[in-house]
């Protein structure tokens, strides 16, 4: 299938702002540590890390975006702390943009996350993001000594205080769940200012509009479902922030998805249905959903499914037919949904790359959107 330039295509300046560039094409991941199916055994965290940072150099060498790592504090992931694994990443990198996906704010303190991704915005000469959210899994909250009856309100108070902190040198800031700030200074201060805040959301309408009355980018997650359900959610959000009073064209949205690429499509549905289905289903089991079956897994990843699985060419075509929908500015693909072989995602990583990032980029550059 030909590709062709959407309607509305984006215009942003390069990083060093000297092209108009299209989309900004990345990878996030989780560092899952699952038990392989094949082999019966379990990844150490240790050699998934080591896999994670050769990742992260090869996304940079082939020139994409952003590369995002998640937290987890459960077995079955190898990351607890997004920050320090980002921090290696920055020392051995050159170009890409290395954010959280998520920092679970609501369970973290607001000044140590600033100062952390601070530190990695100096290591990478200004290269670092903080997408804060919710987060999915809930172990953190008893882990460090929160209650689940204030999921909601430690969220928006500790939001609250993370974008006084990349405000201001000095911050005076009062509220329930933390102990007071008076007037102190908190260092380091990062290369960008100010330091790039992402809200990643699900889709709850709620957490949309927080994002858009903030004026922060909004981060969405489609992993399940006709993406076409989605736009309300993005129709929400940029009528939600023209009513607070900011200009919604200038505000990016990211899509991230669950995914995989080889070089045809019938290898990349192979290669990616085991893992997929034994993380849908282990983790169904936690939430009562019914084992995930290689029928979902297929129509999930036909055009209008969420999962970005094929060759190349279809991984484009799918990323094009979602930007008619979403005029998205920045487009996240989780490739490692499970336990997938390190080669076989080393060359994911170099298709994604290579082929999908310059096509993607190029069919979105041009003027100004028109809506």
Do not use: C
Not at 150 to 155: A, G, K, M, T
Request: glycine content about 8%.
């Amino acid at each position: 299938m030909a590709t062709r330039r959407p309607r509305g295509a984006v215009v942003r300046r390069s990083h060093t702002g000297d092209r108009l560039v299209g989309m900004e094409i990345g990878i996030y991941t989780f560092a899952e540590t699952p038990m392989d199916p094949a082999t019966g055994r379990q990844l150490g965290a240790q050699q998934r890390i080591r896999d994670l940072l050769e990742e992260i150099e090869l996304a940079d060498q082939v020139g994409l975006d952003v590369f995002g790592v998640g937290e987890h504090h459960r077995p079955d992931y190898a990351v607890s702390t997004p920050a320090i694994v980002l921090a290696a990443a920055a020392a051995r990198t050159k170009r890409i943009r290395l954010t959280s996906a998520v920092t679970v704010l609501s369970s973290d303190d607001p000044v140590r996350v600033f100062q952390d991704f601070a530190t990695i915005d100096l290591i990478s000469g200004g290269r670092a993001e903080i997408m804060a959210g919710r987060g999915s899994f809930i172990e953190s909250f008893p882990l460090f000594g929160y209650d689940l009856a204030d999921y909601d309100e430690l969220f928006t108070e500790k939001l609250d205080l993370l974008l006084k902190l990349r405000e201001n040198e000095r911050v005076t800031w009062a509220g329930k769940h933390r102990a007071p700030i008076d007037d102190l200074p908190v260092f380091p201060r990062p290369v960008q200012d100010p330091l790039p805040v992402w809200i990643a959301v699900g889709g709850s309408p709620p957490s949309v509009i927080r994002a858009a009355a903030l004026g922060l980018p909004m981060a969405l997650a489609i992993i399940g479902g006709a993406p076409e359900r989605f736009k309300p959610i993005v129709d929400l959000y940029r009528e939600a922030a023209d009513k607070a009073g900011h200009d919604a064209s200038k505000l990016p949205i990211s899509i991230n998805s669950h995914g995989f690429l080889a070089d045809d499509a019938q290898e990349a549905a192979d290669l990616a249905f085991p893992p997929f289905a034994e993380m849908m289903t282990r983790i169904g089991r936690e939430r009562g959903w019914p084992p995930f079956t290689r029928r979902q897994f297929d129509a999930e990843a036909t055009l209008r499914g969420a999962n970005f699985i094929g060759s190349p060419q279809e991984v484009i075509d799918k990323i094009l037919f979602q930007y008619e929908l979403f005029r998205h500015q920045r487009f996240l693909i989780q490739l490692t949904v499970g336990p997938m072989p390190h080669a076989k995602v080393m060359r994911a990583i170099e298709l994604l790359g290579t082929e999908v990032a310059p096509v993607v980029r190029r069919e979105t550059a041009g003027a100004e959107t028109d809506g």
